[in-house]
């Protein structure tokens, strides 16, 4: 028998309680390291974090930390075989801290309407060269579309960290490594926008994030030109 592939975070992670809290909250029945049995198909000796159900909607849960050395790969590969049965989904959570990990919530977060609101939202903002505040907006509608895609690609990222969702995207080869690093700046950016009282942001700076988000938005047909 091959050896039990287990969630690198123990059962007694605050990460992991929260969830589970967070879960039964939301009416879901739900169990911590769920023993592979209880998993009406093969997931290959894979044993997640959490097992949540309620009525026809299944979660599988990962709920691993940052620098995890676990493959995309094999998350893709979990996902594919989970997403093949009617009712069950699979969701991937990286954490910064486990400390302060945020509420995990079943639903998606990521949409094209909530990108099409913000897009609307930076266009006034911009016009009236509200430079500071429209940056937040940019990253926001550039780290949800990046959650689309991967969604499409299997890899749920709605409870992951901007960082790691990065990450993903790199690994999956939706952004080149100058889109990584850029990105990564982009990413320094919004986090000094949004935590400094003077940031200091120029125009070309925010000019130069909303060109190249709406490039990749064209590029990954999530806008029409």
């Known amino acids: 028998m091959n050896e039990l592939v287990r969630s690198e975070l123990t059962a007694q992670s ?12 939301e009416g879901y029945a739900v169990v911590v390291e769920p023993d592979p049995s209880m998993i009406p198909f093969d997931l290959r000796q894979y044993q997640p974090s959490i097992l949540a159900t309620r009525d026809q909607d299944n979660l599988i849960i990962d709920i691993r930390p940052q620098g995890s050395h676990r493959s995309i790969e094999r998350y893709k590969e979990i996902s594919d075989i989970i997403s093949s049965h009617k009712d069950w989904r699979f969701m991937l959570s990286t954490i ?43 990253w926001s509608v550039y780290i949800s579309a990046m959650r689309i895609i991967g969604g499409k690609a299997n890899i749920p990222m709605d409870t992951t960290s901007d960082r790691s969702v990065l990450n993903y995207m790199y ?35 925010v000019l130069d994030m909303y060109r190249h988000v709406r490039r990749k938005l064209l590029e990954w047909e999530l806008i029409e030109s």
């Not at 949409?111 to 009236?128: A, F, P, T, V």
């Not at 990564?184 to 003077?198: G, I, P």
């Open 96 to 138: 910064d801290d486990v400390e302060t990990t945020a509420l995990i919530s079943a639903e998606p977060q990521a949409n094209l309407q909530s990108i099409d609101r913000m897009l609307w939202k930076i266009e006034s903002l911009l016009s009236g060269e509200n430079f500071d505040l429209t940056l937040p907006y940019i």
């Open 171 to 205: 690994s999956l080869g939706e952004i080149s490594y100058d889109e990584y690093e850029l990105g990564s700046r982009f990413l320094a950016l919004r986090n000094r926008a949004v935590h400094s009282l003077e940031a200091n942001i120029s125009k070309e700076e």
């Open 14 to 25: 605050p990460a992991i309680q929260l969830a589970a809290r967070n879960l039964k909250k």
